[in-house]
C-alpha cells in the first residue's frame, strides 16, 4: 500500500472524528437525555420540528449542518433531534411547544433555561449567538422563564415582576396575556386612557381574548382610543373587533373551553362578524356542546348540520352547478397559464360546491366518529362517507377517513389500500403528507393508529 493510500484510508477512517459535519443529534431519549445532561453538566439543546414543517426542513439543510455551528453546539450542549408529534409529544407538551421549528435549552433537572424560534435561525450566523445567549441564562442570578412561571400565582401583585414576566414571555414567543392581565390589574405606570396604551393593546392585539383583563381596558376607552389613534394604526383599531374575536375562538379550541365558545358565539351574533357573517353558527353552536361534553346534544346538532348540508341541493343539481362554475373559469383563464392556474382548473374541475360540502362534512366527520358508541351513530357516519363519494368519488380525504375508520374495525388490507391511495392523491399544497405516511406505515405493522382531524 502506497503513501496516498495510506493517508486515503486514514482520512476515511478517522475524518468523521476530526471534520465537524455540523450539529451531532444524539439518538437517545429525552429521559436518558436528562441523566446525561447531569452527570456532563451540561444543557440540552432540543430541535422541536414536525415531518410537514418547512422551515425546519431548512434549518436541518443549512444551519444545523454548518461545521462551525456544529463544533460549537457538540462542546457544549447534548443535542436531540424530537418529532413533536411523535417520539417528542409528551416533552413538547412539557415545554408548551406550540409552533415548529422551536428550540430549547433545558438543565438536568428538565427546567427550560432558554428558548427561540427556528424561523429566526435560517442563516447559520444566528444559532451560536443564540447558543451564548442561552449558557448566560443558565448561569445568570436573574429569574429564568421557568422560576418566573413557578412563582406568577405567588406575585400577582408585584408590578415590577410580572412587567419583567411579561417582557420575557415575549422574547421567548410564549403567549403574553396571562402576565398581561395580571399586570394591567395592578400597574401605575400608564394610564388606561393614553395613547401608551392604546399602543400597548394593539401590540399586544393577537393574544387579546373575549373576557380578558385587556379586553375590558380596551372596551372601556375604545371611543376615546378613536380619537386619540394616529392615522397609521386606526385601521388596526378598526378592525380589532375581529382579531379578538378570532382569538378567542382560537383559544376555545386550545384550551377546549366551552365559556369560550359561547363568548364567542354571543360577539359573533351580536356584531354580525365571523361564524355569523359567514353562515357558520350552526357549526359553532354545535362544537360550543362538544367542548361542553354534551354528548348527545352535540350528536343531534351534528346530524341536523351535516343534513342540512345534504339537503340543501340535490348530488343533481351541485353537480351541474358546479360544471357551470367549471366552464366560465376555463372560458376566463383561457390565456393564463401556471402551477396555480391549473391547480385551481383541477379544483374547479372536482367542484367547487361540491368541495366546499365534502370539506365541511368531513370536518364533522372526525370529531362525530370519537364519539360514535351505537349503531346508529356509525350509520350515520357511513352515510356521510357515501354521500361524500357521490359528490367528488375517491376524494383523498374520505379515502383517508374511511381508511382510519375500516381500520379498527379489523379490516386491515382494505383499510393500508385505502390509505395509500389516499396518500397517492393528496394535493402538493397539503403540508401534512408525511403524518399520513407514519400512520400507513403503523397501518402495515399492525399498531394502533393516533385518529386526529385533518387541519
Request: proline share 3%; glycine share 4%.
Amino acid at each position: 500500500m502506497n503513501k496516498s493510500q495510506i493517508l486515503l484510508l486514514l482520512f476515511i477512517l478517522i475524518g468523521p472524528l476530526t471534520f465537524s459535519q455540523g450539529i451531532d443529534f444524539q439518538h437517545i431519549t429525552f429521559e436518558e437525555a436528562l441523566i446525561k445532561a447531569q452527570k456532563e453538566d451540561k444543557l440540552i439543546f432540543i430541535d422541536f420540528h414536525t415531518a410537514w414543517c418547512g422551515p425546519c426542513k431548512k434549518l436541518a439543510k443549512g444551519p444545523f449542518k454548518d461545521s462551525l455551528v456544529g463544533d460549537y453546539y457538540n462542546r457544549h450542549f447534548i443535542n436531540l433531534k424530537l418529532d413533536a408529534e411523535r417520539e417528542g409529544k409528551q416533552a413538547a407538551e412539557l415545554f408548551t411547544v406550540r409552533s415548529y421549528p422551536t428550540l430549547i435549552f433545558v438543565d438536568g433537572d428538565s427546567q427550560m433555561v432558554y428558548r427561540g424560534t427556528g424561523s429566526t435561525m435560517i442563516k447559520s450566523g444566528g444559532m451560536i449567538p443564540f447558543a451564548k445567549l442561552a449558557l448566560k441564562a443558565a448561569t445568570s442570578d436573574e429569574y429564568s422563564l421557568e422560576d418566573m412561571q413557578r412563582l406568577f400565582p405567588e406575585k400577582l401583585n408585584d408590578e415590577a415582576f410580572l412587567k419583567k414576566y411579561l417582557n420575557i414571555l415575549v422574547k421567548y414567543k410564549m403567549d403574553p396575556i396571562q402576565a398581561l392581565d395580571a399586570w394591567l390589574s395592578v400597574q401605575t405606570d400608564i394610564e388606561e386612557s393614553s395613547g401608551e396604551m392604546l399602543d400597548l393593546l394593539l401590540k399586544y392585539g393577537h393574544s387579546i381574548y373575549l373576557g380578558c383583563q385587556a379586553e375590558t381596558v380596551l372596551r372601556a376607552n375604545y371611543n376615546h382610543y378613536l380619537t386619540i389613534v394616529p392615522k397609521k394604526n386606526k385601521i388596526r383599531l378598526e378592525r380589532i373587533e375581529n382579531l379578538i374575536a378570532m382569538t378567542t375562538l382560537k383559544r376555545a379550541y386550545h384550551m377546549q373551553d366551552p365559556e369560550l365558545m359561547r363568548r364567542y358565539l354571543d360577539k359573533c351574533k351580536e356584531n354580525n362578524i365571523g361564524a355569523a357573517k359567514n353562515g357558520k353558527l350552526g357549526f359553532y353552536e354545535m362544537e360550543y356542546l362538544r367542548l361542553a361534553n354534551n354528548n348527545e346534544a352535540y350528536k343531534k346538532a351534528a346530524v341536523a348540520y351535516v343534513d342540512s348540508i345534504i339537503d340543501m341541493k340535490s348530488v343533481k343539481q351541485i353537480k351541474k352547478d358546479d360544471a357551470e362554475s367549471y366552464n366560465k373559469f376555463l372560458e376566463f383563464t383561457k390565456d393564463k397559464s401556471g402551477v396555480y392556474i391549473e391547480y385551481k382548473r383541477k379544483m374547479m374541475k372536482q367542484g367547487k360546491i361540491a368541495t366546499r360540502n365534502v370539506k365541511d362534512i368531513m370536518e364533522v366527520c372526525r370529531l362525530y366518529w370519537s364519539r360514535c358508541e351505537t349503531k346508529e351513530d356509525y350509520r350515520h357516519l357511513k352515510s356521510w362517507i357515501k354521500y361524500c363519494y357521490k359528490l367528488i368519488p375517491g376524494y383523498w380525504e374520505v379515502n383517508n377517513l374511511e381508511a382510519d375508520l375500516i381500520y379498527t374495525q379489523g379490516q386491515v388490507k382494505k383499510a393500508i389500500d385505502l390509505k395509500q391511495t389516499a396518500i397517492d392523491n393528496v394535493p402538493f399544497n397539503f403540508k401534512k403528507k408525511p403524518n399520513l405516511e407514519y400512520q400507513l406505515q403503523l397501518m402495515k405493522q399492525g399498531k394502533t393508529i393516533t385518529v386526529v382531524p385533518i387541519k
